[in-house]
């Protein structure tokens, strides 16, 4: 499968703790975007890479939220203290950025279920 | 900041034609997009329009782009029951992130 993966597809977890989630982009593709979805709404942007660099963060990325991207391949999205607040799908979506149309590929998602 | 409206439902009877609207503010979108989202799956792209035109045609889908007006509408000609999922419309700039309205629901009815 050459699509965009995420993992886990759901985490459970308690309020305070700390969760990561990982995607794995299409292979050629040189940015990697997340966003946060919450039940009957659209995404919302949360911050992209291009290669290794973070170029942009949303103010919906707090301080307890960090993404990395370190060999400019897969990224990881760690949640530190989650709140109840923070239950939603996490979206990671990849591109090959060239001139022209930029198509996001959508993986499959996190759902995130705070306690 | 930039803002994309839809209506949350649209209900049709399979095999007519379902019309779903978008507006967005954002007077420097480059490019703007339908996304489909099925129950449990992930965001399928169906069509997307470059900011200079004002329609695009692609099999039983026509984007209508009215940029004075900032309005952007989906037309699914033949309706079938398995179009039945949400619709989002998306707007960027420059190719960078995406803006998502609230989706439209459509349900499709036999």
């Known amino acids: 499968d050459t699509g965009v993966s995420q993992n886990p597809r759901h985490k459970i977890t308690k309020r305070g703790q700390n969760v990561t989630f990982r995607c794995d982009p299409i292979?050629?593709?040189?940015?990697l975007y997340w966003y946060r979805q919450t039940l009957g709404q659209g995404p919302e942007f949360l911050t992209y890479f291009q290669n290794e660099a973070q170029l942009e963060k949303s103010r919906l990325l707090s301080d307890r939220f960090s993404a990395e991207r370190p060999k400019g391949s897969f990224s990881t999205l760690e949640i530190q203290r989650t709140e109840q607040g923070d239950s939603a799908m996490y979206l990671c979506?990849?591109?090959?950025?060239?001139?022209?149309?930029?198509?996001?590929?959508f993986g499959p998602g996190t759902r995130l279920t705070v306690l | 900041g930039e803002d994309v409206e839809q209506s949350l439902f649209l209900s049709v009877r399979e095999g007519d034609s379902s019309v779903i609207n978008c507006t967005y503010t954002d007077s420097s979108s480059t490019y703007l997009y339908w996304y489909k989202q099925e129950p449990g799956a992930g965001l399928q792209l169906l069509t997307y329009i470059f900011s200079n035109m004002d329609m695009k045609q692609d099999q039983r889908l026509t984007v209508l782009l009215n940029k004075k007006d900032k309005h952007l509408s989906l037309r699914i000609a033949d309706t079938q029951t398995g179009d039945s999922a949400i619709y989002f419309c998306?707007?960027?700039?420059?190719?960078?992130?995406?803006?998502f309205g609230g989706g439209t629901r459509l349900m499709v009815k036999p």
């Open positions: 998306a707007e960027s700039n420059a190719g960078n992130m995406l803006t």
């Open positions: 292979s050629e593709h040189n940015r």
């Open positions: 979506a990849s591109t090959q950025r060239t001139s022209g149309v930029v198509e996001q590929f």
